[in-house]
C-alpha cells in the first residue's frame, strides 16, 4: 500500500550513495543523491511525490496549523488546549504570532508546501524517460496538492498571493495579494488540468492505494466553487456560482465510483469504505519535529497520530479532551425528526431546558439520550453508552468522572461528554500511544449536501429536499425525511451540521455562511449526571460553563483570519479588515 512509502521518502531521498571510485575529483556528493539525479530518475521523483503527501495537514491531534478546528466552533470544548484555542473563541484574534500561538503556522506550513510543488512543476522537465504517463499522473497529484493549499489559504484569509514560481535572489518578492476571485480561477484551472491525468478510483489500487484521483480533484474543485458561492465571499449574491457548485457535484456524481455508506460508525476507520473519496494514511508511529519559527514556537507530529489517546475516556486511560457542548448534543434530533431542546433558561448553574412540545412523545427528560438519531451515538460519547466492553459511566464516582478517587480523573471529561468519531476501539494505551486509523478529507455525503444547497439557490427544492433525504434515509441511519415546507435551507445547514460533526468543517461553513458571528459566539452549556447510590436512577443537572473558556464571542473581523504580523512587515501585503 502508499502508505507503505511515504513517510519514509526523506529517508531514501538522503539515503548514502556508496561509490567504488576513488577518484577525489568526483564532484557527485557521496552522503546524498544530488537534485540533478532526482529529475532523471523515475522512482525519485516518486519519492519526491511521496513526500508532498506528508504536507498536508489533518485534523489529528499535532500542535500547530493542521484542520482540528473543532474546538473553536459551537461543536466542542477543548479542554486541554482552551488557553490557547481563547483567542479564538473569545474575540482576542490579532496578528502577533503570540496572539496567533496555535494555528499561526498554517500560513508557513501552506506557502513550504507550494515552493515545493513549484520546485517540481519547474525541474520535471528535465526527466527524459519513457513513462511519460507516470510523469503526466505524479504531475497531476502536484497541481492537486498546490490546489489544496490555496483552497485552504483563502478559506482562511481571502484573496493570497498566488505564487506560482520558485523564487531566486534576483526575484521581485512583493507579490500583492490576488483578489479572492482570482484565486478561486487559478484552483479550477488547476484542478481540471489535474482531473484530465488523475485516475479513478478503480484504478487506484494495489501500491496505488492513497494516491489522489479524479474523485478527489472535483470534490476540492466543488469546494472552493462553494466558498467563492457562499455569502461570506458572494456579496453580490451571484446566483450564476451556484450553477458552477451544481455542475462540479454532478461530474463527481457522474464517475459512478461512490456510493453512501451503510456503515456510518466504520466509514472512519475505513479507507476502503464506498463514500471515501479522499484520505490520509498513517503508520502507529509518531515522532515530534520541534519548530521555532520568528516567536512563534510550535511542533508538529509526523509519521502517525494520537487520536485515540487524546479522545478515549479517561476510564480507559485516555485523555477525552475534546468535550462537544450540550447544546450541540441537543441537535441531534429524535427519531420522529424533531430537535428535542430547543433552549435554556432559569439559574445558571441548574438550568431548564426548553423542551420541543414536537418531540414529547418520544423525548423523555430523564433518559435523555433514548429514541435519538442513531449518528449521535456514533459520534458522542455520553453516559451509559456502550464503550468497549462496558458501559460508560460519567456521573459523580463513576469510572469515567473527575471524582479525584478516579483513576485518572483529572482527564475526566468537563462538560459530561467526549467524541466517538474516529475512535478504534481495539486501542489500549497499553499496547501503544499511537494510531493510525485514516483522516478523511472528504466523503460522497458532503457533496450530496452541498449539492443540496446549491439546487436550493437554483430554486430546485425538490431536488435540494431528495439529496438531504438520501443521506438522513440510508440503512444505519433510518431517519425520516425532511420535506419542502418551511426554511429548507436550515434544515440543509442543520443535516450539514449532524451529518459532518466533529470532521472540521463546521468552522467553514458556518462562517462562509455568515452564521458563526450568532452560532459561535453563545456560551457553552454541560451536564452533570447525577446517580442515586441506592436506586441507580440518574438525574440531569444543565449548566453555562463559565470555567475555563466558557464565555464565548465571535466578532465580525474573525471571519477571516490576520495575516501573520511577520508577512506585512517584510512585504506590502494588505491586513484584512479588523486587524
Not at 8 to 19: D, E, G, K, P
Not at 63 to 72: N, V
Not at 99 to 109: A, E, R, V
Not at 562 to 571: A, D, N, R, V
Request: negative net charge.
Amino acid at each position: 500500500m502508499f502508505k507503505k512509502n511515504i513517510f519514509y521518502s526523506l529517508l531514501f531521498i538522503a539515503i548514502t550513495s556508496i561509490s567504488c571510485d576513488d577518484d577525489f575529483l568526483d564532484l557527485q556528493p557521496q552522503d546524498a543523491i544530488s537534485e540533478a539525479s532526482v529529475w532523471k530518475d523515475l522512482n525519485l521523483i516518486e519519492l519526491y511525490v511521496n513526500d508532498r503527501y506528508n504536507e498536508l495537514p489533518h485534523g489529528f491531534p499535532q500542535w500547530a496549523g493542521g484542520l482540528r478546528l473543532t474546538g473553536i466552533t459551537d461543536e466542542s470544548y477543548h479542554m486541554h488546549e482552551a488557553r490557547f484555542l481563547d483567542k479564538y473563541t473569545q474575540g482576542g484574534l490579532t496578528s502577533g504570532s503570540l496572539n496567533m500561538y496555535y494555528f499561526n503556522g498554517f500560513w508557513l506550513d501552506a506557502y513550504s508546501a507550494i515552493r515545493n510543488n513549484n520546485i517540481f512543476l519547474e525541474k520535471i522537465a528535465e526527466y527524459e524517460g519513457n513513462e511519460q504517463e507516470r510523469i503526466k499522473q505524479f504531475t497531476a497529484e502536484i497541481r492537486f496538492l498546490r490546489a489544496f493549499f490555496y483552497t485552504e489559504l483563502i478559506a482562511r484569509y481571502g484573496g493570497v498571493p498566488l505564487v506560482e514560481k520558485t523564487f531566486d535572489l534576483n526575484s521581485d518578492f512583493q507579490v500583492s495579494r490576488a483578489s479572492f476571485e482570482e484565486c478561486v480561477d487559478f484552483i479550477v484551472k488547476e484542478l481540471d488540468l489535474a482531473i484530465a491525468d488523475l485516475p479513478n478510483r478503480s484504478d487506484a489500487l494495489g501500491d496505488s492505494f492513497g494516491r489522489i484521483t479524479k474523485g478527489a480533484a472535483i470534490g476540492l474543485k466543488i469546494r472552493a466553487l462553494m466558498f467563492d458561492a457562499s455569502l461570506l465571499f458572494n456579496t453580490t449574491n451571484d446566483n450564476s456560482k451556484w450553477q458552477l457548485v451544481s455542475d462540479a457535484c454532478e461530474q463527481l456524481f457522474n464517475l459512478n465510483q461512490y456510493s453512501l455508506s451503510n456503515n456510518y460508525k466504520g466509514i472512519f476507520l475505513n479507507p476502503m469504505d464506498s463514500e471515501v473519496i479522499f484520505f490520509k494514511q498513517f503508520l502507529a508511529q509518531y515522532g515530534p519535529v520541534v519548530v521555532d519559527v520568528f516567536s512563534d514556537f510550535y511542533y508538529h507530529y509526523t509519521g502517525g497520530h494520537r487520536i485515540d489517546e487524546w479522545r478515549f475516556p479517561n476510564g480507559d486511560l485516555g485523555w477525552i479532551s475534546e468535550n462537544p457542548r450540550q447544546e450541540f448534543v441537543d441537535q441531534y434530533e429524535t427519531i420522529n425528526g424533531e430537535i428535542p431542546v430547543l433552549g435554556y433558561a432559569g439559574n445558571p448553574n441548574n438550568l431548564i431546558q426548553i423542551i420541543n412540545p414536537n418531540a414529547r412523545s418520544v423525548f423523555n427528560p430523564a433518559r435523555p439520550y433514548e429514541n435519538r438519531d442513531p449518528r449521535m451515538r456514533y459520534s458522542v460519547l455520553f453516559d451509559g453508552a456502550p464503550f468497549k466492553d462496558r458501559n460508560l459511566e460519567f456521573w459523580w464516582g463513576g469510572k469515567d468522572s473527575r471524582n479525584p478517587d478516579v483513576d485518572a480523573w483529572w482527564n475526566g471529561s468537563r462538560l459530561g461528554y467526549g467524541i466517538r468519531k474516529s475512535l478504534d476501539e481495539t486501542w489500549s494505551v497499553e499496547t501503544n500511544v499511537g494510531s493510525d486509523q485514516p483522516w478523511i478529507y472528504m466523503r460522497l455525503s458532503e457533496f450530496y449536501l452541498t449539492y443540496a444547497e446549491a439546487q436550493f439557490h437554483l430554486g430546485n427544492t425538490g431536488v435540494a429536499v431528495n439529496y438531504v433525504n438520501f443521506i438522513r434515509g440510508r440503512n444505519g441511519v433510518n431517519m425520516p425525511p425532511i420535506n419542502a415546507s418551511g426554511d429548507v435551507l436550515k434544515k440543509i445547514k442543520h443535516e450539514r451540521k449532524i451529518e459532518l460533526a466533529f470532521e472540521g468543517n463546521r468552522w467553514y461553513d458556518a462562517r462562509r455562511w455568515k452564521d458563526a458571528a450568532t452560532d459561535f459566539a453563545k456560551d457553552i452549556v454541560g451536564v452533570e449526571v447525577i446517580r442515586n447510590p441506592s436506586t441507580g436512577n440518574k438525574s440531569y443537572r444543565y449548566f453555562y460553563f463559565e470555567g475555563g473558556t466558557g464565555k464565548r464571542s465571535f466578532p465580525e473581523n474573525h471571519y477571516l483570519w490576520p495575516i501573520p504580523i511577520e508577512e506585512i512587515l517584510k512585504s506590502n501585503l494588505q491586513q484584512n479588515p479588523g486587524y
